[in-house]
């Protein structure tokens, strides 16, 4: 599937054409995958913005722009999909390696990792309250915009009491950082694992506020009072 890029990107070129300077409009070369200085008008790829003038064929930083310059795009449209396969190899090439976004990125459709996604210091980390101690502070690198959503979990090793284990939670939550705190100290070295994930903006559920209602009273039957009545002698005929 053809790949369509605009921006700054990282791509395979050689030195087929002379040296690459800032500013350079870049075409494909002879070599598969691989572009060049452009010299004359015609199709290009981007516009250099780094010096490259390796004899070996490397990476250069590159405004990416479909487009042409000096002449009007050729009638021969075959001349038009054999650039563009070479640009799609060039592409495909590139995001078989590692790549590097200088800006914010945005995918307006979900995305799947098929491998292991590794995150900065701001996002994931451990946290140890010492024996004896009940909180630990997890300051920020960056401040986030918004106030992330942060979850802890203890991660315990060997054999634990599980009365010793104290109850613990977020405590001090803001852009900046949070702690985590203990109800109590620890009697142990704790270990906690951590996440902090921030939406585009703050997405708060409230709960319903519910009126308390009087519980009802029944009302008390009276009863009528025994009547008290006579008895009556018993004779023992004996």
């Known amino acids: ?12 070129v050689s030195t087929e ?3 690459i300077k800032p500013g350079d409009y870049l075409t494909t070369s002879t070599i598969p995958g691989v572009a060049m200085k452009a010299t004359k008008g015609g199709s290009i790829i ?10 070996e064929v490397g990476l250069t930083l590159v405004f990416v722009k479909n487009g042409s310059v000096g002449v009007d795009l ?28 200088f800006g914010n990125i945005i995918f307006h459709a979900d995305v799947t990792f098929l491998g292991r996604p590794t995150f900065n210091k701001d996002t994931a980390g451990h946290a140890l309250i010492k024996q004896g101690a009940s909180e630990v502070s997890i300051d920020f690198g960056k401040e986030y915009a918004t106030q992330p959503v942060v979850n802890i979990s203890v991660n315990l090793t060997g054999e ?20 985590i705190k203990l109800s109590k100290t620890a009697a142990f070295d704790l270990n906690f694992s951590w996440i902090a994930l921030a939406g585009s903006e703050d997405n708060i559920s409230t709960s319903i506020s519910v009126t308390q209602l009087a519980t009802p009273v029944p009302t008390p039957e009276i009863s009528p009072s025994p009547t008290a009545t006579e008895s009556a002698d018993i004779i023992n005929p004996n």
Do not use: C, H, W
């Not at 599937?1 to 395979?12: C, D, N, T």
């Not at 070479?86 to 495909?92: E, L, N, R």
């Not at 599980?162 to 702690?179: C, H, I, M, N, W």
């Open 1 to 12: 599937m053809p790949v369509a890029l605009s921006g700054r990107v990282p791509v395979i």
């Open 46 to 55: 981007g516009t250099a913005m780094a010096v490259f003038d390796s004899e």
């Open 160 to 179: 634990t009491n599980q009365d010793e284990l104290p109850r613990f939670a977020v405590y001090e939550l803001s852009t900046k950082g949070f702690k």
């Open 74 to 101: 050729p009638t021969d449209r075959s001349a038009d999909t054999n650039i563009s396969d070479q640009v799609t190899k060039i592409f495909s090439d590139l995001f078989k390696n590692a790549l590097e976004f």
């Open 17 to 19: 054409n002379g040296p």
